[in-house]
């Protein structure tokens, strides 16, 4: 392994690796159960304000633009954890989800309400959730 | 909400979105406790093997090849879940970890094993997973 490599994987230094886009990406659960919530990407100035703040901010793909998650939900996710995976290359936040502590924009709970049945179609999951 | 979407977020047809370089990014959890083991991609070929074999299936974007997780360390991922979130450009896989259980190319259980301090500084978890 290069001593670059070493430093990254084995390192205290945080050094997020964005994409050629300038997006990392973040998967966010729910940090009393571990349940996956969503996947959603940051730009250096959402992590920037997820880290000052101590709210979830994301970049919005398709809108292009910073987004407080919660800012007009009122589904606040409070950031309990913010974790770094071995290249850094996405992160994971462990988060407190206020309001009705739904985070998918379908009112789910979580954005994974579906999985692959048998027979190639999806199945959605019995609580709704 | 239109009725693409709509189709998408609330059909039962499994349509994964690949990004423009053909891959689509996956979450991979342990079953038993929901926690998060790793984040990586898969292109088409990966996804289809995944689903036919029940192996979790890989695309290495720095190697440039299909990945059968645990092909040389025996760590395999065998799938008992496949989710797809709302707009069906990210799935996550529950599985069960083969070998001795450890995910992460470090030796760790997931690659997730290092938080942000609030000095700034990244902390390891102190049971090393």
């Not at 994409?19 to 920037?48: P, R, S």
């Not at 880290?51 to 987004?67: K, M, N, P, Q, V």
């Not at 290359?89 to 309400?113: I, N, P, Q, W």
Request: glycine share 10%; net charge negative.
């Amino acid at each position: 392994m290069s001593q670059a490599s070493k430093e990254v994987e084995e390192g205290s230094v945080f050094a997020p690796k964005f994409d050629a886009n300038g997006l990392i990406v973040c998967v966010t659960t729910e940090a009393a159960t571990h349940e996956v919530l969503m996947v959603a990407y940051m730009n250096e100035l959402a992590l920037e304000k997820t880290i000052e703040t101590g709210l979830a901010h994301y970049w919005s793909r398709s809108r292009r633009s910073l987004w407080r998650k919660g800012e007009t939900s009122g589904q606040t996710q409070k950031v309990l954890a913010l974790r770094v995976d071995c290249d850094q290359d996405a992160v994971l936040l462990e988060v407190e989800v206020g309001g009705d502590g739904k985070a998918c924009h379908t009112g789910r709970k979580s954005c994974f309400y579906r999985a692959l049945g048998d027979e190639g179609a999806l199945v959605f999951s019995a609580d709704g959730a």
